[in-house]
C-alpha cells in the first residue's frame, strides 16, 4: 500500500516535509526527521504501522531503524 493510502496518512506531517530527511543514507541525521515525527498527531499509528509490516528503511513514529529493531526484540 502506498504511503498516502493509509487511513491516517491525512494527518502525517512528513507528507509536507522533504522525504529525504525521513530515509537519511547510512550514518545520516536523523534529528529533523524525529522533531517532525514528534511534532505528528499520528506518530503511535505510524510507528505500530511500521513494525507491523517491517518497515526496513527511514524514520517512522520518531523510530529510526535500529530503535524499531530493538523495539521487535523487546516484544518478542
Ligand atoms: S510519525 Fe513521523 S514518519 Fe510517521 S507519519 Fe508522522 S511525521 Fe511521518
Known amino acids: ?6 487511513p ?3 494527518q502525517a ?3 509536507q ?3 529525504d530527511t525521513f530515509f537519511p ?3 545520516g541525521s536523523t534529528r529533523e526527521a524525529k522533531r517532525i515525527c514528534a511534532l505528528c498527531d ?8 511500521a513494525l507491523a509490516n517491517d518497515e526496513r528503511f527511514g524514520i ?3 523510530k529510526s531503524e535500529r530503535e524499531r529493531r530493538r ?6
Open 17 to 19: 516535509a522533504e522525504p
Open 13 to 15: 506531517k512528513c507528507l
Open 60 to 62: 517512522w513514529g520518531g
Open 42 to 49: 499520528v506518530a503511535n499509528e505510524c510507528l505500530a504501522y
Open 8 to 10: 491516517w496518512a491525512g
Open 25 to 27: 543514507e547510512k550514518g
Open 1 to 6: 500500500m502506498m504511503f498516502e493510502q493509509l
Open 71 to 76: 523495539l521487535k526484540k523487546a516484544a518478542s
